[in-house]
Nanobody, 125 residues
Framework: QLQLVESGGGLVQPGGSLRLTCAAS????????IGWFRQAPGKEREEVSC????????LYADSVKDRITIYRDNAQNTVFLQMNSLERLDLTVYYC??????????????????WGKGTQVTVSS
């Protein structure tokens, strides 16, 4: 069964850092573009970052730009989201998703096909 599993969430103080991990089982990530999303209670889901299948293209939401970095390690079949200078507004569940795309383009909106179950990020002093 194809699975995406997120990990790395937890409790961090404002200004702290976390590295989220998205690992795939039963399939290889190098065939897919990958996105990281978050959704706070009562709010719409937000795509915070994406990386193309080749890894050459990365995009970031304005709300997190300059504070996060997405990168992939195909040898480990894993994608990472390095999050720095975390703020209370970043407190929510983060999900990774994969979809088909051209090599150097992020997956188009609503074209993600497989989703993980999420990892909780809590920012609190």
């Amino acid at each position: 069964q194809l699975q995406l599993v997120e990990s790395g969430g937890g409790l961090v103080q404002p200004g702290g850092s976390l590295r989220l991990t998205c690992a795939a089982s039963e399939f290889t990530l190098d065939s897919y573009g990958i996105g990281w999303f978050r959704q706070a209670p009562g709010k719409e889901r937000e795509e915070v970052s994406c990386i193309s299948r080749s890894g050459r293209t990365t995009l970031y939401a304005d709300s997190v730009k300059d504070r996060i970095t997405i990168y992939r390690d195909n040898a480990q079949n894993t994608v990472f989201l390095q999050m720095n200078s975390l703020e209370r507004l970043d407190l929510t569940v983060y999900y990774c998703a994969v979809g088909y795309s051209l090599a150097n383009i992020c997956v188009a909106d609503k074209q993600y096909t497989y989703w993980g179950k999420g990892t909780q990020v809590t920012v609190s002093s």
